[in-house]
């Protein structure tokens, strides 16, 4: 007979239901019986209700997303199930010409509703007790002095106006609640707490191809990234799903959005003909009208000068250092959060005050460095691009030569997970900077010349 009392057990409410919230239950899972997890999403069941095709944006993870995955058995499994393989990317031209970048690790892709879909589904299949998952429920306040949460269901029914409050307690409170953080929006009133957070500045529209009959003149490989290159700082980025359909992005300046001009489905075809043939080739005419319903998104960012609060509150991924999509490490550095907060609980024995002090000493170094290699790794401007390309093909050879010395190109060392994000930021230091102030300068320009333009 086991002399556990579950009255020593410690209430964790994790806020968000997303990849890193629910690997995080998986984890104190095994931490011997010692945690009561619910979980409180204001999303509902991912599992019952139908795939939205309007805000999703295809991830791409490597050793720093995969390996904390790896931790839990039958994840690696499960998601790959789900995923596909890409070994390298291929950028396309208008003149036909393509450049491809292959991969020493191929790169697992999904997108992201997928993914934690899979998460919760294994997390329930394997854990029938100390967990409670709350759908349609977000937080409103939290006491973070007596350690208490309100919440309130969200309701589903077009006949009921408003739901019942209820208050819970709590010993940990965990912010996986994306970069529109409550948690960390509470945490703003408590004493040297500073954050900041700002748009990304271009925006993006989702793109869906059904599977595609076979074109003569179009070949997009399966196994590898389609991105195309505008001046002017638009791109797309596509990649094959697991149905053999096509899923990606459209980006552009928000400053001089030319999406914004497509009125008409007639219009839209054009757009893609006239500036990304091969897309056009395979978009049916029902992907136009959807493409010009969806609305124009925008990435916010985030950045915080610690993770915690006492012993307590814990942020984790978005909540604590949203980033730009542009290098793919907005779900990596989020699951490699929950490794390293699982080590320090190793480490320190499960003193939570202990532990989370030193998830803020040691992750927030990284944190303030995927930023920077997230905005600024890659350039916008067509020169710079032309440089960078160079700069990729010639670390990779120095990589290859010396490579205990030489690190491998910046796309390839932030999905490596013997490699933190401050080392590699340190080491491209000057490609950082001179990408940066290109940047900065080029959306300048694009801002004045909207302004001009508008007769400002």
Not at 265 to 278: H, I, K, M, Q, S
Not at 358 to 382: C, I, Q, T, W
Request: net charge neutral.
């Amino acid at each position: 007979m086991s002399n556990f009392n579950t009255n020593s057990m410690k209430k964790v409410a994790i806020i968000g239901a997303g990849p890193s919230g629910v690997l995080l239950a998986h984890y104190l899972l095994r931490r011997n019986d010692q945690y009561q997890i619910d979980i409180y999403e204001r999303r509902s069941d991912p599992r019952n209700i139908a795939f939205s095709k309007v805000r999703s944006f295809p991830i791409s993870l490597g050793d720093r997303g995969m390996s904390p995955i790896a931790q839990i058995p039958g994840l690696v499994t499960a998601v790959k199930a789900v995923s596909i393989e890409k070994v390298g990317t291929i950028i396309h031209q208008k003149n036909g010409k393509t450049k491809v970048t292959n991969r020493q690790k191929p790169l697992v892709t999904l997108d992201r509703t997928h993914l934690a879909t899979v998460l919760l589904e294994k997390l329930l299949e394997t854990h029938n007790q100390h967990i409670n998952i709350h759908f349609n429920t977000q937080l409103i306040a939290v006491d973070f002095a007596a350690k208490k949460a309100k919440l309130q269901k969200i309701s589903t029914s077009v006949n009921t106006e408003v739901e019942a409050e209820f208050t819970i307690d709590y010993d940990l409170l965990i912010g996986a609640d994306g970069a529109r953080s409550v948690v960390r929006e509470y945490l703003s009133n408590t004493p040297d707490f500073e954050f900041e957070q700002n748009y990304v500045l271009n925006a993006y529209k989702s793109i869906f191809l059904p599977k595609p009959d076979p074109i003569p003149d179009v070949n997009l490989e399966k196994n590898k990234i389609h991105t195309w290159r505008l001046t002017g700082g638009i791109s797309v980025l596509m990649l094959y799903q697991l149905d053999g359909a096509m899923s990606g992005v459209i980006l552009f300046p928000y400053a001089n959005n030319p999406i914004a001009k497509l009125t008409t489905v007639d219009e839209v075809l054009t757009f893609f003909r006239d500036n990304f043939p091969e897309i056009s080739k395979l978009m049916p005419v029902s992907e136009a009208e959807e493409f010009l319903k969806r609305p124009i998104s925008r990435v916010l960012t985030v950045r915080c000068n610690r993770y915690h609060y006492q012993d307590s509150v814990l942020l984790l991924g978005d909540a604590a250092h949203a980033v730009s999509p542009s290098i793919g490490q907005g779900c990596n550095s989020a699951l490699e959060d929950v490794f390293i907060f699982n080590q320090l609980l190793d480490e320190y024995g499960d003193n939570l005050a202990i532990a989370l002090e030193n998830y803020s000493l040691r992750r927030h170094p990284d944190g303030m460095a995927v930023r920077e290699l997230s905005d600024y790794s890659f350039p916008v401007s067509k020169k710079l691009f032309f440089e960078f390309l160079l700069l990729n093909t010639w670390t990779k050879l120095l990589h290859n030569i010396f490579p205990q010395r030489c690190l491998p190109p910046i796309f390839e060392a932030v999905f490596q997970d013997n490699l933190s994000y401050k080392e590699i930021l340190d080491y491209y230091q000057n490609w950082i900077s001179k990408v940066k102030a290109s940047n900065i300068k080029f959306y300048a320009n694009v801002e004045n010349n909207k302004q001009s333009n508008s007769g400002e």
